[in-house]
């Protein structure tokens, strides 16, 4: 079963473009998650999709938006590029709907987003 | 203020020693999981904790979780170079249970 891949792995842009990234999650899952990775802050949330529906979104400004697609597949975009936007952006995917105490959610090799 | 803590930040020990992280916080849980992220990669789902005083066992990696829901703990007997990773504690919050929050992690090395 394939796993979580995510495109492109590696991106460098400069201040003031914008990006966007995709993903594809596990067959059959439903459910996709982003979230941001860097050294200072770790791991952080930035927003859930389900159904083509945003359910959550984390702590970020409107600079950073996704959708999900009917087949599933999500994106996320970052307008405006920062420095601090130097990140690793991971996407992850679930089965399970809402309703339980946990999920498990697989996670893709991420995209490492450099801005100059 | 951070909802996970985790100590020690930075491990570093020998091939065949013991270890133990922590992941700590004041607020009550109704499960927790950990992660290991190796260089290059996502995070992968080691063990998630559901019930107070829970033990699980992974091999080498034993998991425990506090009584009282509020800390967790990982140990590793004799230590191998394939366990140096990214260890991380994770814990379900937000409306609905859709996000996961995540501790910085103790980064561990191995040397042979």
């Known amino acids: 079963k394939a796993g979580v891949t995510q495109t492109p792995r590696y991106l460098i842009k400069t201040r003031g473009q914008q990006v966007t990234l995709s993903c594809s999650p596990i067959?059959?899952?439903?459910?996709v998650s982003w979230y941001q990775q860097t050294p200072g802050q770790g791991l952080q949330f930035l927003f859930e999709y389900f159904s083509e529906t945003q359910r959550n979104k984390g702590n970020f400004p409107g600079r950073f938006s996704g959708r999900q697609f009917s087949n599933s597949r999500s994106e996320m975009n970052v307008s405006t590029l920062e420095l601090g936007d130097s990140a690793l952006y991971l996407c992850?995917?679930?089965?399970?709907?809402?309703?339980?105490?946990?999920?498990?959610?697989?996670f893709g090799p991420g995209t490492r987003l450099t801005v100059l | 203020t951070q909802l996970l803590e985790q100590s020690p930040q930075f491990l570093s020990i020998q091939e065949g020693e013991n270890l133990t992280v922590y992941c700590n916080s004041s607020?009550?849980?109704?499960?927790l999981q950990w992660y290991r992220q190796e260089p290059g990669e996502g995070p992968v789902l080691l063990v998630t904790v559901v019930t107070g005083g829970e033990v699980k066992k992974l091999k080498r990696l034993t998991f425990q979780f506090g009584d009282a829901r509020k800390d967790s703990s990982l140990h590793i007997t004799a230590a191998q170079p394939g366990d140096t990773g990214l260890y991380l504690c994770a814990v379900f919050s937000g409306a609905g249970s859709y996000q996961l929050t995540f501790g910085k992690g103790t980064k561990l090395s191995v040397i042979p």
């Open positions: 992850a995917s679930s089965r399970n709907p809402a309703g339980l105490t946990y999920n498990e959610q697989f």
């Open positions: 067959s059959g899952h439903r459910s």
């Open positions: 607020s009550v849980f109704s499960s």
